[in-house]
C-alpha cells in the first residue's frame, strides 16, 4: 500500500489522558481512536493488527477441530434468567428494552446462547463432542474501562465451548484449548504465562489463565522464582510460610491495656513484640440468601504482617460474595470497636483462622473489649474456629511447591480457559441419551481469549522512546519501504520496483511513497512500529539499500538484486 495514499492520522504529542504505553502509542500511531469511555474506533492500522490476529487465533481454532459460528450479540433476558445470571451480572450487563417493551441485553459472553443451541439440537452421545467458537464483539458495561483498549466496553472475543459426555471428554477438549492458546500466544509474539486461575462465580474445577507479565496489567500473579513451574492468579496463589518461633511462657490468656492502639503496627510498636505473632482480626458480612435471613457477619484471623484475602475468605464461604462489615456493624456484634477484635468468648459468630496458625500458641489479638489486647492465645485451647487458607501471597513469601521465593507481578490476562462442568448444561436443560439409552447432562468448558488484550499486551512488552515494536505477527506491515528523496530518478525507480516485487511475493510491504523529510518518513515508520525498514537512498547508485530492525536498531547495507529473497527468508519467511 502507498502510505500517501492511506489514512495514518499519526500525532506528534502525547494525548493527555492516556495512562499507559500502549494506549498512548496507539492512539499516537494512528492505530484508534476513542469514541466514548471504553468504545474506540479502529483505523486502518489497528483493524490490520486486529485482523492478523483474528487470523492466528482461527487458524489455531480450526486446527484442533473447532467448527466456527457467528452468534447475536443482542439476547432475550429469559436465556439469561433461566441459568441466573441476568440477575448476578446486571452491573456489568448493558440490559434494555426494545419498542414492545421485552428485556434484551447485549451479549458480554455466549456460555447461555451456545447451550441454548445445544440443547435444541443435540441429543445423543454419538453426536459428541463438540467444540463451537467465534470471534465476535461482547459488551461490558465495565466500572472503571481504562488504558486504551485493555479494558473496554466494547471489545472483540474469540470464546468457544466444549460439550462433551464425560469428565474425561472434558480434560481431552480442555487440553487441546491449553496446546491451542500456547500456539496463538507464541505465534502472535508473547512473552506469557500460564497461571492456576480462581474460579470464581462461575463455579467450575479448573482453570488457567494466560497472562502477560506487565505493570501495566491489572491483574496480579505469583510466580516461582525457582521455575518449578508454579504459577498462579494472587486470587488463588498459596504460600508456605517460614518457621516461626513462638512467645515462650505456659500461661493463661491475659487481658492488657492498650490505649488508643487501633493498627498493628501502633500495638507492634506499643508491645514491643513482632507483627507473626498477631492475629489480626477482620470482620465480614456474608449477605442472606434470602430476604427472610439475616446476613452473616464472619470474623476472620491473618497474622499480624499477612493480608486477607477477599476471594480466598469467599470460597471459603462457600462462594458467597462478601463485603466488609461496617464498624457499627462490628460494635453491635463484638461490643467493641474494630482494632479492639479478638476471638476469646466470641458467641454465634463463624470464625475462619488463617493456615499459618495452625500449631502457633501465645498469640496477641483484640479483647473485645475497647482500648484492650489480650496475650497468651492459643487456638485449639482457647478458642476454635475453621482452618483455611485465607492470606494472601507476598512478594518473597516461600513458594508452597518447592520452599523457594515467589515473585508478585502485575499482569495482562489475554486469555482464560475453563472447566464449567454441568451448571449450564443442568440449569438450562441440556440432556443427550448415553450408550445405554440413559438421559445424562453433558460437560462443558469456556475459552476466552480478547483480541485487543494480545495487541495492547504486544505493545505494552514490545516499545521504547521512539514508539511501538509489536512482533511482526502482530504489526500491520512487515516491511516499511522508505525512499529517502523521490525527485531522484534511480532511488525512486530503484524503490518502484522493490516495491511490485515485495508485493509479488505476498510481502506486507508499506511504501512511503509520500513527499517528506527522510527525518519524518523515519519518525514516523518508528512510531507505528513496521518490524523492518529498508531505506533505499544515495547508496542505489552502489546497487545497495539498507535494512533496519525496528526492534533492535540493527542496521545493513543489502543488495537490491537480493534483497526481496532476503526479507523472505530471514524476516518474513
Ligand atoms: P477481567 O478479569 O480482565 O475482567 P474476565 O475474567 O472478565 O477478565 P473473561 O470473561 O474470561 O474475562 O473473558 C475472556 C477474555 O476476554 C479475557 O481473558 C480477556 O482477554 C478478554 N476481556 C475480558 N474483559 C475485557 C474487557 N473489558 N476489555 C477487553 N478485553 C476483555
Ligand atoms: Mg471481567
Known amino acids: 500500500m502507498r502510505w500517501s495514499q492511506l489514512f495514518i492520522p499519526t500525532l506528534r504529542e502525547d494525548p493527555a489522558d492516556a495512562e499507559v504505553p500502549s494506549h498512548r502509542l496507539l492512539l499516537r500511531a494512528g492505530y484508534i481512536r476513542q469514541l466514548a469511555a471504553g468504545i474506540y474506533s479502529y ?16 487458524e489455531e481454532m480450526d486446527r484442533i477441530g473447532a467448527q466456527e459460528f457467528f452468534l447475536p450479540a443482542i439476547h432475550p433476558a429469559e436465556l439469561w434468567q433461566e441459568s441466573g445470571r441476568w440477575d448476578q451480572l ?11 417493551g421485552r428485556e434484551l441485553c447485549l451479549g458480554m459472553t455466549h456460555e447461555e446462547v451456545m447451550t441454548d443451541i445445544a440443547r435444541g439440537e443435540l441429543r445423543s452421545y454419538r453426536q459428541l463432542p463438540q467444540i463451537w467458537y467465534q470471534i465476535q464483539t461482547k459488551f461490558r458495561d465495565e466500572a472503571r474501562p481504562k488504558s486504551g483498549l485493555m479494558r473496554l466496553r466494547q471489545f472483540i472475543m474469540k470464546d468457544s465451548y466444549s460439550f462433551d459426555i464425560d469428565e474425561a471428554g472434558l480434560d481431552a477438549s480442555y487440553k487441546k484449548h491449553y496446546d491451542a492458546y500456547c500456539r496463538i500466544f507464541s505465534r502472535c509474539g508473547l512473552d506469557y504465562q500460564i497461571v492456576e486461575a480462581h474460579s470464581g462465580a462461575m463455579g467450575g474445577s479448573q482453570s488457567h489463565e494466560f497472562m502477560v507479565v506487565s505493570d501495566a496489567g491489572e491483574d496480579h500473579i505469583a510466580l516461582c522464582v525457582k521455575e518449578c513451574g ?11 510460610v517460614k518457621p516461626v518461633q513462638d512467645l515462650d511462657g505456659d500461661h493463661a490468656p491475659e487481658e492488657f491495656s492498650t490505649p488508643n492502639i487501633r493498627t498493628i503496627e501502633e500495638l507492634v510498636a506499643f508491645s514491643k513484640t513482632g507483627p507473626e505473632h498477631m492475629m489480626k482480626a477482620v470482620v465480614y458480612v456474608a449477605p442472606a440468601a434470602d430476604k427472610d435471613k439475616k446476613d452473616e457477619v464472619v470474623l476472620a484471623f491473618v497474622r499480624g504482617d499477612h493480608q486477607l484475602s477477599e476471594a480466598k475468605l469467599a470460597d471459603a464461604l462457600g462462594g458467597a460474595t462478601v ?23 466470641v458467641k454465634g459468630v463463624r470464625i475462619l483462622i488463617d493456615e499459618a496458625f495452625r500449631g502457633r500458641r501465645n498469640l496477641i489479638s483484640g479483647a473485645n473489649r475497647d482500648h484492650h489486647h489480650i496475650r497468651y492465645l492459643t487456638p485449639e485451647k482457647d478458642f476454635t474456629g475453621a482452618y483455611h487458607d485465607l492470606r494472601e501471597v507476598a512478594d518473597g513469601d516461600p513458594c508452597v511447591r518447592c520452599g523457594r521465593s515467589l515473585r508478585v507481578a502485575s499482569a495482562i490476562e489475554v486469555g482464560h480457559i ?10 438450562m436443560g441440556l440432556r443427550v441419551l448415553d450408550r445405554d439409552g440413559k438421559e445424562v447432562t453433558p460437560i462443558m468448558g469456556s ?13 505494552e512488552q514490545n516499545h521504547d522512546q521512539n514508539g511501538m515494536c509489536p512482533p511482526r505477527a502482530v504489526a500491520p506491515f512487515e516491511v516499511v519501504l522508505t525512499p529517502t528523496n523521490l525527485k531522484d530518478d534511480s532511488i525512486r525507480q530503484a524503490a518502484e520496483q522493490l516495491y511490485a516485487e515485495l508485493r509479488q511475493t505476498g510481502v506486507e510491504v508499506l511504501y512511503d511513497d509520500r513527499d517528506e523529510r527522510p527525518g519524518v518518513k523515519f519518525k514516523d515508520a518508528d512510531l507505528i512500529g513496521i518490524p523492518l525498514r529498508i531505506t533505499v537512498g544515495r547508496k542505489v547508485g552502489d546497487g545497495l539499500v539498507e535494512l533496519s530492525e525496528r526492534s533492535t536498531g540493527v542496521r545493513a547495507d543489502a543488495k537490491i538484486a537480493d534483497v526481496v529473497t532476503l526479507v523472505r527468508s530471514r524476516y518474513c519467511g
Open 43 to 58: 483505523l486502518y492500522l489497528g483493524q490490520r493488527s486486529v485482523l492478523k490476529i483474528s487470523r492466528i487465533i482461527r
Open 90 to 100: 446486571a452491573d456489568t450487563m448493558f440490559q434494555f428494552k426494545d419498542h414492545g
Open 230 to 240: 508454579y504459577a498462579a492468579n494472587l486470587e488463588k496463589a498459596r504460600s508456605a
Open 323 to 345: 463485603r466488609s462489615a461496617r464498624p457499627e456493624e462490628i460494635q453491635q456484634t463484638f461490643g467493641a470497636a474494630p482494632g479492639s477484635i479478638g476471638p476469646l468468648g
Open 418 to 427: 475453563f472447566k464449567l462442568g454441568r451448571r449450564y448444561a443442568q440449569a
Open 447 to 459: 475459552y476466552g481469549i480478547g483480541v485487543e488484550r494480545i495487541l495492547t499486551a504486544a505493545i
